[in-house]
Structure formats: C-alpha cells, structure tokens
C-alpha cells in the first residue's frame, strides 16, 4: 500500500536493512557526498544534461533503486519523462500518465515524498499498479516533488524490483538528493530561460537593422513591422525575425512594396 514516510509505514525487513544502511552514512557520510553531488549537479550546462546527471547520482547513492527517472509537468497540462534510466522505468511513468494515478503525481499534486512499497498491494493507485506490475519489473516505488518554479512542477521517480526494498536509509538519501536536483534543476531552468531571452532579443536586433537598411526605416519602425507581419500571421515575434535573418524573407511579406508601406 501507498504510505506517507512521515508515517513510517513499509516492509519490515527493508526498513531495517535501510537503517543499518543509513546509521553507516551518518552525518559524516552525508558530509562527504551531499556536497559533491551539489556539486556535481551544478557544474552541467542546461536543463537536459541536469537531469541526466540527477539519475546517475540517485542509482549511485540508493543501491536500491533499480529504475530511476524525473516527470515534468507545467502549465499547459504536458506531463511527461525527458530522463529515464530504463526504457521500462519509462514505462511505468507513463502507464501513470495514462492511468492518471500513480505516486509520481500524487508527489505532484498532493504529497512531498510517496513511498509504495508493495505495488502487488497498492490500494491507492489500483490500476496503474496492476499494469505497471504486469507491464515492468517494478514491484516498490518511491516519488518525491521536486520544486522547480512557478510554471512547473516535477517529481524524482524511484522503482525498485523487489518489495518493501526501500528501507529508511534508502529514503533520506533519495530525500536530500531530491533537494539538490530540485535545486539544481530550477537553476538551469532559470539560466535557459535567460539564454533563450538574450537570444531572442539578439535575432530581433538583427532583423530590425536588415529592414532598417533594406528600407530606409528606423528602429521603431522597423519593430512595428515585425509586430504587424507576427499578429497579421499569427507567428511568435521571433519567429519572423528569424526567418528575416535566416533567408532574407518576412513571413507575409510578398514583396518590398508590402513592407514599404508601413514607414
């Protein structure tokens, strides 16, 4: 069944194998890796390369974690897995996706960390542990949310392939980890955004001085132009001025007496 770790519900065996584990780690042991894994995450470039590193610590540093992935979700409703260890780990997110239900999204939705530690027994999320157990080798799942900004959200998916396997231990590392990817991701979430601003400020420039020269306009009227050609065609602002850098052309533009009469 589904648990809340704040209830220090789970397997037996596992929670007691998690805390031989964890008293190993101690507060020495934590001392010693957190930071490298900060570390580690902060040094990639950009969203993707973030994520990909995140999983790679996350089966480091939980033995027990046999599958490991991040769900993304925003806005616009698009919930979806951009890194996965496994195609079947995978599987299992988007069998949750298409059930609805699942701890991934409960960990979007509703609770910090979602630990289940009997799928075969699960019932807050009955069909998609039905399915996951027929579909993937998943037999115990754990979720945290990973609070990225205000446009998305996310959760770190761990799935192991034995019951009760995540054991106290196993699930304050994945916690703490969970923070640093939260952390982490949110800065080259931020970093994308500004690169991806510079950018598009850059090819506008450049569009508006080739109209500038082309026509003899100046700057404001050369930014009226690209904003009446992206309203008239329904296209980003950008997209026009890239295609006006890129091949010379304005989209809906037939011919230089279109864009003349706008001086």
Not at 237 to 249: F, K, N, Q, W, Y
Request: glycine share 10%; proline share 4%; with cysteine.
């Amino acid at each position: 069944m589904a648990s809340d770790v704040a209830d220090g519900t789970g397997a037996a065996d596992g929670a007691a194998d998690g805390a031989v584990r964890g008293a190993a780690d101690g507060a020495g042991g934590l001392l010693r890796w957190v930071p490298r894994a900060a570390r580690a995450l902060l040094a990639e470039e950009g969203v993707q390369p973030t994520l990909e590193r995140a999983v790679q610590l996350v089966v480091e540093h939980v033995p027990a974690a046999a599958g490991v992935s991040v769900t993304l979700h925003d806005r616009r409703g698009r919930t979806r897995t951009p890194v996965s260890t496994a195609p079947w780990v995978e599987r299992a997110d988007a069998l949750q996706y298409e059930t609805g239900q699942g701890p991934c999204l409960r960990a979007l939705r509703e609770r910090e960390v979602v630990h289940v530690p009997d799928l075969a027994r699960d019932p807050e999320h009955p069909d998609w542990a039905a399915r996951v157990v027929a579909a993937t080798p998943a037999r115990s799942a754990l979720a945290f949310q990973l609070f990225t900004d205000d446009d998305q959200l996310g959760a770190l998916n761990l799935y192991a392939t034995s019951t009760g396997a995540f054991g106290t231990g196993d699930v304050h590392r994945a916690h703490v980890l969970a923070a640093q990817v939260a952390v982490a991701l949110s800065s080259a979430q931020r970093e994308e955004q500004l690169r991806e601003g510079m950018g598009t400020r850059t090819v506008i420039g450049q569009a508006q001085g080739i109209l500038m020269e082309r026509y003899g306009l100046d700057g404001q009227q050369a930014f009226r132009l690209l904003s009446r050609v992206s309203q008239d065609t329904n296209t980003r602002l950008h997209d026009v001025a890239r295609e006006l850098v890129s091949t010379g052309r304005t989209p809906g533009a037939q011919d230089g007496t279109e864009l003349r009469r706008e001086r």
